[in-house]
Every structure is written in C-alpha cells, then in structure tokens.
C-alpha cells in the first residue's frame, strides 16, 4: 500500500521495534506523526524529538565567521540536516481498527519516511463510538479530529498538568461540556469560582457549603480556622462538641454555651475556651457562607446527571482542604452503598461521579497531611471499585502527592518549563518518554499532549476552546486601569459641571 | 614516554631555543617589508570547484588494502565531476633510486594526487577558479628527492595550467624569509590586517604568496602556476572573499569532509571484502 505522498526522510542509525531516527528533507516539527515500512506493514510513528543542523555552522565559535559561514552554508544543500526521533505508536492497520499493535521487529535502517496524511490517520485519532468524546484537533495536522475515552476517566482517573495558564481549566471545562452531553455526573471543586460564568447544558451552580452539624471536631476546628497546634482550644471544641449541640435547634447558641460550660468546669482550660468563643462568632459572622447548620446534608447539594460548579471562592485554603475531604467521603460512602445494592432511597449517585480537583498541589501535596490528601489518595486507589474517579489539575505537579499520581490512568500534560515538574511526572507515569519531556517547554497555550488510557496513542493536541468558560482569562491591568481612568475622568468633569450649574 | 616529559620540563628553553629569538624581529622586520595591506572586496559570485584527496589504509601480514578518493566540491556540496578513486591491495611500495621501499604513505599520498590531477584537469574549463588543497611546491620537491614515478611530468603540466590555485593552510617552508621556522609563523605573527606577501617565484615558475582574507583570520598559502604579480593575487583574494569562512575558502572544506576515508570506513572496507579474519595491524602490535 504505497502512499503517493511525497517522501520525507530515511531512516538511519540503529533502529528499536518502538523507536527509530530518520533524516529529512525538512525541518520536522515535535508532534508530527509518520509513517515508515517495516517488515510488519507500515507503522505510524510520533516524531518526539528533532533537531536542525549545519555542519559548517556548528564549527564556528565567533560572530565574524558565523556571518561568513551563514552566507555559504545557505547555498549547499548538503550543510544543513534535520533530525527527527520517532517513537512508534502501532501498525497503521492494527490502529485504523481500534488496535494497539506494536511490531517486534525495527524498521529497516534505509526505510523510506512518509508524513501520515489526515486521510490515513483520522480514524486512528476520532473514534465513533459513544464513550469517546471529541477535545480538539492534532497539533500539526489539524483537520484530524481527536476523540478521548471518556468510560477511561471515569474509571481510571485523569491528570490535567500544565504551568499557569497553560490551558488545563479550559480542558477541564471542556470536559464538564462533553459529560454533561453524555448525561454524566460531575462535580467541580472550583476554588478560585473561575466556572461560574461556566454556562453549559446541564450544569448546576451551587455555592459549596458545609453543615457544621455533619463534621467531626476536627474539621469544625478547621473550617473555623482554629490554629493547628492550638491544642487547648482543639480539646474544647472536642469536649463542647457534643450530640446535643449537633441536633439543637439553634446550632451555633448551642455550641457557644457548651463550650462555656466546658470553660466554667475545667480551671485550666477557661482562658482557651473564651478565645474559642471569640472565634465561634468570627465563624458565625464572617463565614456564614461556608459554614451553614441549616444547609442539607452534602449530597443533598449535589445532583445527578449534572455537572455540578462547587463555588469555593469564599473558603480559605483550609476550609477549603476541609470541605472538599468532606464532599469526597460522602460521594465515596454513596457509591459504595450504591454499588453492595444498597435501595434506592439511601443511593444519591446509581452511576459513576468524576469528582475534580483544580490546585491539587494544594490539596493532595506531597509532603505533610491535608485531609483531601487522605481521602484523595483512597479514591485514587479504590474508586475504579465503586465507579468514581477524579480528576487532579495543577501547575505544580512536582509537589502533588506521588501516590496519587501514579494512580491516574491518563494524562493531559501541556507546557511545562520546570525539569523538576518533568521528572516528577515521568515518576508517575512510563507512558510519557524522556523525549517528549524534553519538548514539553516548547508547548503554546491550549496545546496538550494526551496520554495513558483515554487515548488509543499519545496524541499531541490543539484543545478546542470552551467560549462557554468566560472568567480565568489573564486580566489585563493596563487596560483596565485605563477604563478606570476615564470612569473617573467623567466623575471629575460631572463634578465640574454641577459646581457651575450651583 | 614519561622520561620525555620530564627531560621536557627540565629543558624547555634550551628546547625552545630553536625557534632563535634573536633572529625573531629581523625576520618578521623582513616579513612587514614584504606584506602589502589590502583589504579585499568580494567580487561578484564566481563559481569555484575544491579539490581534495584523502586515502587510508589497513596493514595485513604481508599486505595492504587500501583506498584513495579524490573529489571536486562545488560551493553547493554538489561534485563538479566524478570523484577519483582506487580500492586496493598490495605492498605500497615505492622506489628510491634502484631501491624499493615499503611507505604507505608516501605512495598513497602520490596516488591521491595523481587523482587530484585528473580532477583538476577535468575541472579546468568549468569553473572560474579551481582550487586544489595543499602545496604543490611541497609535493614536487618531495617527490623529486625520492624520484618517484610518473608523478613530476604531471606536476609540470598542471604547474603550467591557469585557472589553478593551490591553497595550503599549513606550510613549513622557510623559502621566502629563510627563518629557523616556516614562512607562515611569521606572517601569521606580522600583523592582523587583510593583506598579502608580495608573491615569491620559485625557481619551477610557481609564484607563492602569503594571503590573510579577512582581519583576525590566520594566513593561507597560495601557490599560483606563472609567475603572477601583485595585482593578480589581489584579484584572487576578490575572488575568495566572498565564499570563505575564517580566511579559508568553502569549497576546500567541503571537500576535504567529502572526500574523508575513516578508519571505520576501512573497517567496512574490509568487511565487505572478507578480510575481517586476517589479522590486522594493530593485532600485530598486540595492542
Ligand atoms: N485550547 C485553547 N484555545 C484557545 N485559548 C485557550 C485554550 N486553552 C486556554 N486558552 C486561554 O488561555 C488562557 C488561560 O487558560 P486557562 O485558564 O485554562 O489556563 P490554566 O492552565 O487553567 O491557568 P491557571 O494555572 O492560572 O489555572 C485563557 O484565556 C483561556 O481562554
Ligand atoms: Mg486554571
């Protein structure tokens, strides 16, 4: 099945069944996808790494003689070389039906290299069927479709990696829009309420809120920002804490006599127990929008076969920390009873939930313990059991939980400059090569490379963008400062006028 | 080799006392008398052909097998005519009067040039400037002391051709300033500036001149057949300027990486050949 498209390169130097170098005609660019011979049929092959030469240039150490060697070299069409290192993905045969059949035996040093044309290559990329969902186009062949298998997050997990601003909240909105067009549950712990104006089919928005009365003393303690090693006061709050205050009717007058109580009757403790009461009504003041005793209970906030925007934006990072262990515990205890075939009116979610998780180097961190760490790692390692998955996004990778990590199946992972961030997801995951770790920095905003189970192949990717996700573009503070300006420029000059009109 | 190093260390100056300081300024006083500055203009694209020939070999008991490849470079990398070449095996020997001897070198060195010479007379007549890598003068004399062959009749006829450059980015000759060191250490020593030597005739008619095409870049020698003046060397530095890259022309490096034959290559030669399981030099050596 020879192709009629031009020739683009040989192969050369040793060759690997899965890997293999070739010269080209041409500059090649990282995420461009190949075709070679091998005794096996022809394979299709991800150029991962490339590289331009010329041999003249290369021997010049000084800005006179690179003046006079560019000048030369321009015209023999022997100095210049372009080499590209192909990892190969599978036999285009085996992947045009769905299969990853990967050759035993290398391509021939000599073989001839072929661009993959979008003809050949659409259906490796865009599957039809229903759980694969369309996210964008290949970066370098762009008419090709690209679909990613949605039953593969919501069963094996997913991390979103990327430095700020690198697009990952754009694919997670993007694939909100694709499970809420699949009639799926989701759940987004939106700290920073960028998805607000998040506007899609579907989705529901709901402040997140916690009902003090369902929390254990601890993370009461944390959700009123009780210092961490504020022993005494932690020891009051357990002690004041009691099932009466839990089911009274005014919750927060309760709480404030029991630990008046526990103050009067323990001499030692009275001094932490009025400190604990100042922050009862700090709580009770300022938080009133997190912490709430007249709210449902968590699932009750939750909706099935939605997406479901938590606004988070009113927590601080501990109650946040708090609130999102909390939410998981639940879902987790609801897909378990659910799955031993608990009846229906004790189930909230009959199908699988995908819980994700922006800032994960915040909640799931790799050093010290944050109560989302525990119960995140427990779903990273149990939920493909009970049919919940998360989704972990950050632009931290290197301080995101390494257990957790390695326990996602797939993976979007777009610019990434840090070789620490690097090394760390090469850790987490065999999938992703030294070569294309190595290219990662040189990735624009919104283009991703895709790997692990989602996808049949790694695929390098141009996401498509959400419109539909209005706030989390950069602000620009120039322009806004100068709209402001003007604001006041008007109110200077209405002033001016009503002065003479008086 | 150690004992060297130490008698090198001991004995540095008395070592170093060959290059003569006290005569160092006089000649380079000699060699600033000679040099004329001159800065030249790249004149407009002229099409020049490199020359260049390359050989090695690998020793057999009782044998060699060889190979010698000369080739004409253009400044597009692309050969002007077929390469030169010979694949071998013999003894290499060369003879010295009534006497043979065995030098490798030598005998495939006046191989490669007789292939130098069959690219240079091809080329004549298609390029504007032929330019053949190394020295002319160098190899007659050379060969004329041990009166080799056939070699000096063809010397002569190409000494003669016009059109013809030879070009040497080393030299040891002493012939023009007759220093203790060769010519080119001191030109190189004299001055920065573009220039040349007023050429030098030889007494075979070739004219030899000491050329620096650009400012900080080291000299080349020029061996022009004739007897040539300044303003002809002024007109071939015009012509090299524009297509050289530190003071030496493109197409000379071109051809010397074109033409090359690694050891590795030899290595394949002889695989390719079957003679892998003969016993090579360096196992001879036992090395
Ligand atoms: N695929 C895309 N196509 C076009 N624009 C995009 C794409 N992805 C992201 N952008 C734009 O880039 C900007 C940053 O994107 P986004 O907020 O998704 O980045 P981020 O990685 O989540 O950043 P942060 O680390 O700050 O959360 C936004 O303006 C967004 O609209
Ligand atoms: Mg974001």
Redesign the pocket.
């Known amino acids: 099945m020879a192709s009629n498209r031009g020739l683009l390169g040989v192969v050369v130097g040793e060759t690997k069944p899965h890997r293999f170098r070739f010269l080209a005609s041409r500059a090649v660019s990282m995420g461009e996808y190949v075709t070679v011979e091998s005794p096996e049929g022809r394979l299709l092959g991800l150029a991962e790494d490339t590289a331009t030469r010329s041999v003249l240039l290369d021997k010049i150490s000084n800005f006179e003689s690179a003046i006079e060697a560019k000048r030369v070299a321009t015209k023999n069409v022997r100095d210049k070389s372009y080499l590209a290192s192909v990892k190969v993905v599978g036999t285009l045969d085996g992947l045009r039906g769905g299969q990853v059949t990967l050759p035993s035996l290398p391509p021939e040093p000599g073989s001839e290299v072929f661009e993959a044309g979008s003809d050949e290559i659409s259906g490796v990329f865009d599957r039809m069927e229903r759980r694969w969902a369309q996210v964008g186009g290949l970066l370098r062949n762009p008419e090709v479709r690209v679909s990613v298998d949605i039953d593969k997050v919501a069963s094996r997990h997913l991390a979103i990696l990327?430095v700020?601003?690198?697009?990952?909240?754009?694919l997670l909105a993007l694939m909100t829009k694709k499970v809420a067009e699949l009639g799926g549950t989701m759940v987004v712990f939106d700290y920073h309420g960028e998805y607000s104006g998040l506007s899609i089919p579907r989705a529901v928005h709901a402040d997140a809120k916690i009902n003090p009365r369902y929390v254990n003393s601890d993370q009461l303690a944390d959700l009123m920002e009780v210092r961490e090693n504020a022993e005494v006061q932690r020891t009051v709050l357990l002690k004041a804490f009691t099932d009466d205050v839990k089911t009274a009717k005014e919750f927060w007058k309760s709480l404030l006599a029991s630990i008046a109580t526990v103050g009067e009757n323990e001499k030692d403790s009275r001094k932490a127990a009025t400190r604990l009461q100042d922050i009862v009504k700090v709580a009770m003041r300022r938080m009133k929008t997190v912490i709430d005793p007249d709210v449902g209970e968590v699932l009750d906030q939750l909706k099935a076969s939605k997406v479901n925007i938590l606004n988070m934006l009113e927590f601080t990072e501990r109650q946040a920390n708090a609130a999102i262990s909390y939410y998981l515990a639940e879902i987790l205890e609801d897909r378990k009873r659910a799955m031993h075939g608990a009846e229906e009116q004790r189930v909230r979610f009959t199908a699988p939930i995908i819980c994700a998780i922006e800032e994960a180097h915040a909640f799931i961190p790799s050093e010290g313990d944050a109560d989302t760490k525990y119960i995140a790692s427990k779903v990273a390692r149990e939920g493909r059991k009970f049919g919940m998955a998360l989704v972990v996004v950050s632009?931290r990778p290197r301080r995101v939980d390494q257990d957790v990590l390695s326990q996602m199946g797939s993976f979007a992972i777009m610019k990434l400059t840090n070789p620490e961030d690097q090394a760390h997801i090469r850790e987490a995951s065999e999938a992703i090569s030294e070569d294309l770790l190595q290219n990662l920095p040189s990735l624009n905003?919104?283009e991703a490379v895709l790997l692990g189970e989602w996808v049949n192949i790694p695929a390098v990717v141009?996401?498509?963008?959400v419109a539909e996700k209005k706030t989390?573009?950069?602000i620009s503070a120039t322009s806004l400062w100068a709209a402001e300006g003007k604001m006041s420029q008007v109110a200077v000059e209405s002033t001016k006028s009503s002065m003479v009109l008086e | 080799m150690i004992e060297t190093l130490e008698y090198a260390v001991d004995n540095r100056e008395l070592i170093l006392s060959a290059i003569k300081p006290e005569e160092h300024e006089s000649i380079i006083k000699r060699a600033k008398d000679t040099w004329v500055e001159f800065e030249p203009e790249a004149s407009e694209e002229r099409r020049l052909v490199g020359i260049d020939s390359s050989w090695n070999s690998i020793p057999y008991q009782g044998f060699y097998i060889y190979a010698v490849d000369a080739v004409a470079v253009l400044g597009n990398g692309k050969y002007l005519v077929k390469p030169s070449f010979e694949v071998g095996l013999g003894t290499l020997a060369v003879r010295s009067g009534e006497d043979y001897f065995s030098s490798p070198e030598l005998a495939l060195e006046s191989k490669g040039m007789e292939y130098e010479f069959e690219q240079a007379k091809s080329c004549l007549g298609s390029a504007d400037c032929v330019l053949v890598d190394g020295s002319i003068l160098a190899r007659y004399y050379d060969r004329k002391q041990h009166k080799e062959g056939s070699f000096y009749d063809r010397a002569k006829e190409l000494m003669a051709q016009e059109g013809l450059l030879y070009v040497s980015k080393k030299s040891y000759s002493n012939a023009a300033l007759h220093g203790t060191l060769g010519d080119m250490f001191y030109y190189n020593r004299m001055s920065f500036d573009p220039g040349f030597s007023s050429p030098h005739i030889d007494r075979t008619g070739v004219s030899v001149s000491y050329v620096r095409l650009a400012r900080d870049s080291p000299c080349i020698r020029i061996e022009v057949p004739g007897r040539v003046g300044s303003s002809d060397i002024q007109r071939i530095m015009s012509l090299l300027k524009g297509s050289s890259v530190d003071g030496y022309p493109y197409v000379l490096r071109l051809a010397h990486e074109s033409g090359k034959i690694s050891h590795d290559e030899m290595l394949s030669l002889a695989n390719l050949l079957g003679l892998e399981a003969e016993l090579g030099g360096r196992q001879v050596l036992g090395e």
Do not use: F, R, W, Y
């Open positions: 990327s700020t601003g690198g697009g990952k909240s754009n632009q905003v919104g141009k996401i498509d963008h989390g573009a950069d």
